[in-house]
């Protein structure tokens, strides 16, 4: 799982750590000055342009900031648009009940993806909307950086065809317990976020019922259940998204 910032990284739901799925979009249409603008408006992020507040990149307390200096100018879009792979999940929870408190709309436009701790912040949206070649990625909360060296160290033996997991080693088994049970309460805490918004519980229902991925010691992913990539379409069952639009309104 790739999505503890869960990301839940829509987990948490690494942290939720974010999760990967896609690299960064081409645009080979593109003229040279256009594609200039658009690696700048990344950078800055977030902004607003015209009645919409652009989050693009990394999700972090810049964010939650940027809500509080900008009030005045965020209470007056309409719109918040996320183009996100995901980040740190305490700070999507903080972010997410802003927006939920705003009342806002978010949106998914045409290619755009939110994965791990932008699904937070996605599901706090008044209304939903995601263009219907969209993404969501759920999964759950992740170690961060200093803990995945504690797992590495507690849980690996290096040999020589490279490190192998050994769960039998001294103090491994401890570590995989405790850190099953905080990612789990990460995982379950940004669910219930989701849910206070009018997210289905089936979401998180379905999602613990997910066989563990085979993978998961390799990818140290304490939760063990595997990244799980929505289409808009399909995140309307779990009333995730609450409108999907053709690629070709925007």
Same mark, same amino acid.
């Given at each position: 799982m790739r999505f503890v910032s869960i990301a839940l990284q829509v987990m948490v739901v690494? %942290? =939720? #750590?974010?999760?990967?799925?896609?690299? +960064?979009?081409? @645009?080979?249409? #593109? +003229?040279?000055?256009?594609?200039?603008?658009?690696?700048?408006?990344?950078?800055? #992020? +977030?902004?607003?342009?015209?009645? %919409? =507040?652009?989050?693009?990149?990394?999700?972090?307390?810049?964010?939650?900031?940027? =809500?509080q200096y900008e009030a005045q100018r965020v209470a007056a879009v309409r719109v918040i648009e996320l183009d996100s792979?995901?980040?740190?999940?305490?700070?999507?929870?903080?972010?997410?009940?802003?927006?939920?408190?705003?009342?806002? !709309? !978010? =949106?998914? !436009?045409?290619?755009? $993806?939110?994965a791990s701790a932008c699904a937070f912040i996605f599901a706090a949206g008044r209304e939903r909307v995601a263009a219907e070649d969209t993404w969501i990625g759920i999964h759950g909360a992740r170690l961060g950086p200093g803990y995945t060296s504690n797992f590495q160290g507690l849980c690996f033996e290096d040999l020589d065809g490279g490190a192998v997991f050994e769960p039998r080693k001294t103090g491994c088994r401890q570590f995989l317990d405790r850190w099953y049970e905080v990612t789990l309460t990460r995982t379950n805490e940004a669910?219930?976020?989701?849910?206070?918004?009018?997210?289905?519980?089936?979401?998180?229902?379905? $999602? @613990?019922?997910?066989?563990?991925? +085979?993978?998961?010691p390799a990818q140290m992913n304490?939760?063990?259940?595997?990244?799980?990539?929505?289409?808009? %379409?399909?995140?309307v069952k779990y009333n995730l998204v609450t409108k999907v639009l053709a690629k070709t309104n925007f």
């Open positions: 690494s %942290t =939720l #750590s974010a999760s990967a799925v896609a690299g +960064p979009r081409e @645009f080979p249409g #593109s +003229p040279d000055g256009a594609a200039d603008l658009d690696r700048l408006r990344r950078i800055v #992020s +977030p902004h607003i342009e015209g009645d %919409t =507040l652009v989050i693009e990149g990394r999700i972090d307390s810049h964010i939650y900031d940027y =809500l792979l995901g980040g740190n999940v305490e700070w999507a929870l903080e972010i997410a009940r802003r927006i939920k408190e705003l009342g806002k !709309t !978010t =949106l998914l !436009t045409s290619q755009h $993806y939110c669910f219930a976020a989701m849910e206070g918004n009018g997210v289905s519980p089936d979401l998180r229902n379905t $999602y @613990f019922a997910m066989p563990d991925d +085979p993978e998961w304490a939760i063990r259940k595997p990244d799980w990539p929505l289409s808009a %379409t399909d995140a």
